[in-house]
């Protein structure tokens, strides 16, 4: 970050002036003041709170509560202030002030006497964790002059302060010219180089696991070792209380001896997160969380919110496979990661339930008005509306894309994924609050008005469903349970029900029935039937009495009756009959049956239903039947169409090439 010559000026005097009271103060003052000073910085700087919040759900998870981590990243301001006002003290820092408020750890000089005996230096490597800059100090004071390599920031004036500062009490400040060359010196020497190495490495980094994520991490210390044989001790300051420190000295880092270079240079880096890792989960308040330490990670995830209505779920299923596969593609390009078995993408689901109905138009409306939303806290009204199990699902979850669909989960996501810098995707049109204010709108092209298609919108055709990837296990054990007859056509039949301005007619329903049972006699076929949660019970019972017990019915799964036969549940209805029939019948009322028909490649007939205030859902069907992916036919044309589609064609024998998704293109620019 760079300043321009007033800031940098002001700062600079403030910077001398707290100084100098500093070195007047007792060191318990000091912390004291330090302390309030980062109590005012974390309410100053909300958008550092939101970094350090991502950072510590992304490695935490739900080991603790949202107040528990709030009050986490208060302490970490807190110690950051602490530490402010001891730097500003430095000059003032002596033998006898190390000695009483800086405790070595028993053991650690004994390591490091170890370490240097073999005459080949010693590498402190350490984080941003604690108070870092007592190291050197401590160090110096107590006879190890240590060289130190830092980096240069914008703030010319501030750094040559900081640096005097340190060079005074005998350690040696690298950061010009030729660093390592001048380290690598020092280390033949026998003496000591301090370096930090805790932050993202990007994309030249080396991928080592961090609290079970993997995180990019400058190879050049390990690098360093590798070359001159000086050992690497861990080493770090954590306080204890008040101004109170303790120095802690680790074993040498492991480093197999065998290998090649860059399997060794891997190792190390793992064993340094590991022993990072472990006392950052022991100070969590005391390690720098502001820094973006997963930015070159591979690793994705995805949380996917649940209404409870089959068709959102599985049009939210369906975008996280599409997500979840450019991720996939991405992390494939990375050399990096040959060889590893680690999932790249992880996907969870979170079920939304509100305490009240009343209450979802509420939360709505804190979703949509900003200032109503920060009244309480994006938090404090998920909790406030949604049930104590729901809201626990997710309190403490991370992802990098969280996904609705309906209105009944939009305003839980973007209340949750604003909080912690998510990117929340949303499918379907949205009233209160808007798609707009989303970072993707995945909107159904029968819905947009005007032909346009806005910034930030996949216009896509029907539903966005998942892909059916049975496997022949699952194709093996249907045929078995169904009792179906090897070399048999089967037809399947997707039945919807009534939805907002339209409605199946059950005469031609039945009319359906009948030349469909028509048509497997003629051809020797077998039915597989299913209805959907809206189909009307009055129409769930006619097709129990018609179809209960033919023998051209295999399948009847009336997901209303709870019916479904020889299947354990009637949610395996639905991809049972996708996979096993050779040609598919659906009522063109169900948008997402006849998306998800459509997806099979296969032969699909729909016919429409009555429209009593829109035409969205025709617009729909003929767009379907303009593009190929549907044939769309009435009532009284279903049984030829049937006999049409199926003529010369007989039972598949292997499942059909799917086709390339449109929607992948826009995700892979999108991400």
Known sequence: MKANFFTESVLFWLAKKT???????????????????????????PGRRVVARDNLRAAFGSNYTPAEYERIIKGLFQNLGRMFMEMAAIPAIDREYVEQWVKIAPGSRERLEKALSAGKGVIFLTGH????????????LHGYPTLVLARQQGWPKLNRLLTEYRESKGCRVVTKGFPVRELIQGLKEGRIAGILADQDGGRNGVFAPFFGRLASTA??????SLSTGAPILPVFVARVEGALHELIIEEPLRIPDQGTKKERIEAGVAAYMEVLEKYVRRFPTQWLWFHRRWKSSPERRILVFSDGKAGHLSQAQGLAQRLEKVCRERAAQDKRLEG???????????????????????LDLAAAAPPLRWILGPDLWLRMTLTPESYRQFQSEHAHYSISCGSG?????????KRIRCKPLHILENGLPSWRRFDLAVIPRHDLRGGKIPPKVLAVDGALVPWRTASPEQVKGWTELLKLSPGKRRIGLLLGGPAKGIELDPEEVEQVVAALLEAAESMDAELLVTTSRRTTPKMEARLAERLAGHPRCRLLALVNQRRSGPLPDTAAAVPCI??????????????????????????????????????????????MDEQGRLRLV???????????ASNGSGPRSAPPAQPEDPALEFLRQWV
């Open 409 to 417: 989960t939009a305003a839980v996501n973007l209340l949750w994924a």
């Open 19 to 45: 100084s100098a009271a500093a070195q007047r103060m007792p060191p318990a003052w000091n912390v004291g003041v330090g302390a309030a000073a980062g109590s005012l910085l974390y309410a100053l700087l």
């Open 340 to 362: 590893r078995t680690e999932p790249v993408v992880t996907m969870k689901l979170a079920r939304v339930a509100f305490r009240r109905p009343w209450l979802r138009p509420l």
């Open 219 to 224: 190879p050049g210390t390990i690098d360093l």
């Open 578 to 623: 996708l996979e096993l029939s050779d040609l598919l019948v659906v009522s063109g009322d169900s948008i997402s049956m006849v998306s998800e028909a459509a997806a099979t490649n296969k032969p699909v007939i729909g016919f429409p239903p009555k429209a009593k205030k829109t035409a969205k859902h025709h617009r729909f069907l003929r767009r």
């Open 634 to 644: 009435t009532a009284e044309q279903v049984a030829p169409a049937v006999m049409t």
């Open 129 to 140: 964790f604690g108070n870092w800059e007592l190291i050197p100090i401590t160090g110096a």
